[in-house]
């Protein structure tokens, strides 16, 4: 148990649209949803805590409405890169932790999501 | 602030040779203490945590809060510990999010 699934695994875009990314708790509900990003041979960088039913919380330097972030229920939440530029190109994950576990700190991470800017 | 250090990017070793990844911590509250681990192709997954006090494929790692300091030890390696290793921190004072080292990839060499 506790798969935690993205989609896409990657994705190609022009520069100007965006771009959505699920994340999905397949076997578990997640009380809580954190969102990363990792640039190459770097380590994963907190971007946000997503919480079903309220607004997500943003790290310092992250831009919340460039970043949209919604937690639609206890399985779901979703990452949409609003009109990206290339240097948004990185490797997104996302990554959930267990109702029934509480706050443990043990998290369940998705395959990630490779998104390139053109 | 949370923050984790790992000093290593990278460290090799024979198989059957001691490992040790450091893994240093600043936090002002009580922390609690994870080491993450991702093999080739394969997503980041828990290897071990220091509440558990537990020992994970071989590998153990003690919490030295007078050094601050987490560091992954295994007596023997194995080829397939091969991999990258993450070092991690979270604490109820900063809402229990989760803070990523810079990561280690140990190869072991046979």
Known sequence: ?118 | AQRVTQPEKLLSVFKGAPVELKCNYSYSGSPELFWYVQYSRQRLQLLLRHISRESIKGFTADLNKGETSFHLKKPFAQEEDSAMYYCALSGREYGNKLVFGAGTILRVKS
């Open chain 1, 1 to 118: 148990g506790a798969v935690v699934s993205q989609h896409p695994s990657w994705v190609i875009c022009k520069s100007g649209t965006s771009v959505k990314i699920e994340c999905r708790s397949l076997d578990f509900q997640a009380t809580t949803m954190f969102w990363y990003r990792q640039f190459p041979k770097q380590s994963l960088m907190l971007m946000a805590t997503s919480n079903e039913g309220s607004k997500a919380t943003y790290e310092q330097g992250v831009e919340k409405d460039k970043f949209l972030i919604n937690h639609a229920s206890l399985t779901l939440s979703t990452l949409t890169v609003t009109s990206a530029h290339p240097e948004d190109s990185s490797f997104y994950i996302c990554s959930a932790s267990r109702l029934e576990l509480g706050n443990t700190g043990e998290l369940f991470f998705g395959e990630g999501s490779r998104l390139t800017v053109l």
